[in-house]
């Protein structure tokens, strides 16, 4: 398997970075996941669009243009196979670990391209739990450091469940590695952007479609007595696209089926990315 790392593409096996790389010191860096159908980048330039978010917020420059990104992820990409890219770029390597940012030093640059794994939960819906958000303040920009949500995705597989519903005091944010969407009373509502969820651009991709194909749809608090009431809730992400939740805390969610605007949005999604 090749990789790209600052520049080269090389054997994974040869990719090797310094341990004094702020990534692995501080978490120091941020990411991307951008899924790739036959060969072809969704929504390409939505996600470098929030790799320059991301790099904005943790004040570090970007060292590619769009038209760099993109040609430096196109040899990694096999057009036989449904594959997603994940780019990592960190502030590099410094001469001593220290807190503030090093002077002189260019960023790590690392990107690898893996199949998107067939996940049944897609079809048949999976089982989630409710968990507190211990989260930071900035998880509209997409750090490295996932301490947390590891912990919360964690919690939630130890519970017999597939993902953690996070939710600060009465307010659902997100779900810990997807964006969360229910239909109450017949309309489809996400939680608006903001500092407490990560722009999903599967998220942005649903609402478009709900928009241009005529289902009610609005960005609107949820609250955990909303989630608790919805007749569907779904959980969104690149890699696992529209996962219908049949069970939340144990109850079933409308009838324990993936619901009727499930079916039509995931329909209107596989038609949209073929
Ligand atoms: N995670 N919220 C969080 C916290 C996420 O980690 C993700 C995706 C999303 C969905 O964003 P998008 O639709 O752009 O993939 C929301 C990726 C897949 C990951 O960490 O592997």
Redesign the pocket.
């Known amino acids: 398997k090749t990789v790209y790392l600052n520049g080269d593409y090389i054997a994974l096996a040869d990719a090797k970075i310094s341990v004094l790389d702020r990534g692995f010191l501080f978490g120091d860096g941020i990411?991307e996941?951008i899924?790739a159908y036959k060969g072809r980048l969704f929504h390409l330039d939505?996600?470098l669009q929030?790799l320059q978010d991301s790099l904005t917020a943790i004040r570090l420059a970007n060292p590619h243009t769009f038209d760099e990104w993109r040609a430096i992820f196109t040899p990694l990409l096999d057009a036989s196979k449904d594959q997603?890219i994940?780019l990592q770029i960190t502030r590099g390597v410094a001469p001593k670990r220290d807190h503030a940012f090093p002077e002189h030093i260019g960023p790590t640059v690392f990107a690898m391209c893996s199949d998107i794994a067939p996940f049944p939960g897609k079809v048949i819906g999976i089982k989630a739990v409710t968990i507190d958000d211990k989260?930071w303040q900035l998880?509209n920009a997409?750090a490295i450091t996932?301490l947390a949500?590891i912990l919360h995705r964690q919690d939630a597989l130890d519970q017999g469940a597939a993902e953690a519903i996070l939710h600060r005091g009465e307010v659902v944010t997100?779900?810990?590695?997807?964006?969360v969407f229910i239909v109450l009373n017949g309309v489809l509502i996400t939680p608006p952007k903001g500092p407490d969820?990560?722009?999903?651009?599967?998220?942005?991709?649903i609402l478009m479609l709900a928009q241009n194909n005529g289902l009610a749809c609005k960005e609107d608090t949820i609250t955990l007595a909303q989630l608790n009431a919805a007749e569907e809730i779904w959980v969104?992400?690149?890699?696992?696209e529209i996962v219908p939740v049949i069970e939340l805390n144990q109850t079933l969610v409308g009838t324990g089926q993936p619901g009727p605007v499930w079916q039509r949005m995931d329909a209107l999604f596989q038609a949209y990315k073929a």
Request: charged residues 20%.
């Open positions: 990411y996941v899924p939505a996600h929030r997603y994940y989260r998880c997409k996932l949500n997100e779900g810990a590695a997807s964006n969820i990560l722009p999903g651009i599967t998220r942005d991709v969104t992400s690149s890699t696992r």
